[in-house]
């Protein structure tokens, strides 16, 4: 079927210079166009962020952007999901979801938007439901009425259950910690649209052992490719540009300490510049470090997309010059051609939703300000920060092991190549931890039963 003219012109016109690929174009018809739930998701590198800028850049409805945690919502440029809907940090009851005062905000969304929905838990999601039913005067309609769309990969960071009180809550009204056991969401209905198309890996066999990691159908094959890239004593050379990615902060803050000692000469610390709201966003939620410690020569990773689109998340460097207010870095990727640029101190905001004088139209103000350079050492990182991430060259160790699903498929998908990747020691059947309730739901659609299922 064609598309929608007005739509792909849109979308064209948006793209800038991006490529508007058929997938996006059939996803993005299919969330302006019909009223329907939406779940958005894909392997990492098929360009959900992407599909997500060009859907705020195009829609002609009142959406608000949310995100579970406050990295998240930092990085979408939206609203952490409990401030949106002002709930308490601890999993929501039904004495805290109640009329509010700004219920404005609520009647005028036609569209709420959760971006890493794979860390929403399903009794969070019927806490929304919940909630916008009674603020939007429509408790018989699901969500209020609220179209919902989703995006995620369920194969990487799953949501946390922290308590046995809480796994034994989602036990019995849910079946599964994960968003779609949410019972209002069964009932309203969902649409699965995955983005199939990769951008970040070219070599099928790496491609093919990655989709096995992910979906927990490794064969001795897949294993046996991945571990020739094993190199047990493999060291740092002293301008080597590959990142080491670890399960802990602990390792991270240890080796980039460690590698940044080995560099002659004074260092330079540069400290972030934090206003209102941002001050109270915990330092790991931070979009780039608070305390900023470097060197000449020191190597480090860009955080954030450049406008000029000089270097983007993930791109690798080495610093050549330091002054005052500015630092000079080489990019060292294997696709680059030595150039160097001036870097500047850039500023994140925090956003909250309001609705403007018209009762109509939502507004987003800025409540809160982080001024920092977009640059973070780039010895080392955690598989958690490297979500997202696009490298040339990483040293996988995977330490005692992965504890999470997820984990060591995000670690091994954020290279370009095998040829890119190094592992410190062969991955092993046990570190391919993937959830069965989130196979079952993809591919069969189904999602595990609860003894009971109830709204609140």
Excluded: C
């Excluded at 019909?34 to 959900?48: C, E, L, M, S």
């Excluded at 046996?224 to 060291?235: G, I, K, P, W, Y």
Aim: hydrophobic share 40%; glycine share 8%; no cysteine.
């Amino acid at each position: 079927m064609p598309m929608n003219t007005s739509i792909r012109s849109r979308l064209l016109k948006a793209a800038a210079g991006l490529e508007v690929t058929d997938e996006f174009e059939r996803a993005i018809e299919a969330i302006e166009l019909a009223g329907d739930n939406v779940f958005i998701t894909g392997r990492a590198g098929t360009g959900k962020s992407t599909l997500l800028t060009l859907f705020r850049a195009i829609t002609d409805k009142q959406i608000a952007v949310v995100a579970p945690t406050g990295a998240a919502a930092i990085n979408v440029g939206g609203q952490t999901l409990h401030s949106f809907f002002r709930f308490p940090p601890h999993p929501p009851s039904q004495f805290d979801i109640r009329k509010s005062d700004n219920a404005e905000l609520y009647r005028s969304l036609d569209a709420l938007v959760i971006d890493e929905v794979s860390m929403v838990r399903a009794d969070l999601m019927d806490a929304i439901d919940k909630f916008l039913r009674i603020n939007r005067g429509k408790k018989s309609r699901p969500f209020g009425g609220v179209q919902m769309i989703m995006i995620g990969d369920l194969f990487q960071l799953p949501p946390v259950v922290k308590t046995e009180s809480e796994v034994r809550h989602i036990e019995l009204y849910h079946g599964t910690p994960h968003f779609f056991g949410s019972t209002a969401l069964q009932a309203a209905g969902m649409q699965t649209i995955e983005l199939k198309r990769i951008y970040r890996q070219q070599d099928l066999a790496f491609v093919e052992a990655l989709n096995a990691i992910r979906s927990g159908r490794v064969s001795d094959g897949h294993l046996a490719l991945l571990n020739s890239r094993v190199e047990d004593t493999f060291d740092f050379g002293a301008d080597d540009p590959a990142v080491l990615l670890t399960p802990t902060n602990r390792v991270a803050s240890r080796v980039n300490g460690q590698r940044l000692g080995q560099i002659s000469g004074a260092h330079t610390v540069f400290e972030a510049q934090v206003t209102e709201k941002f001050g109270h966003v915990p330092e790991n939620q931070r979009p780039a470090p608070t305390r900023l410690q470097v060197k000449v020569g020191a190597h480090v990773m860009f955080i954030r997309n450049d406008r000029d689109r000089r270097w983007v998340n993930g791109t690798m460097g080495r610093i050549a010059e330091i002054e005052d207010d500015s630092i000079r870095v080489v990019i060292t990727d294997d696709d680059s051609d030595g150039a160097s640029h001036w870097v500047n101190m850039e500023t994140w905001e925090m956003y909250e939703y309001g609705v403007g004088e018209e009762k109509s139209e939502l507004e987003m103000e800025v409540v809160g300000t982080f001024t920092q350079f977009p640059l973070r050492l780039g010895y080392a990182i955690t598989i958690h920060k490297g979500q997202g991430k696009t490298l040339d060259h990483a040293i996988v160790d995977m330490g005692r092991g992965a504890f999470a699903p997820g984990q060591t498929y995000v670690a091994l998908s954020r290279v370009r190549s095998l040829d890119g990747l190094v592992l410190t020691r062969p991955i092993s059947r046990d570190d391919v931890k993937v959830d069965r309730d989130v196979v079952a739901f993809l591919e069969e659609g189904i999602v595990p039963s609860a003894v009971q299922r109830r709204l609140f």
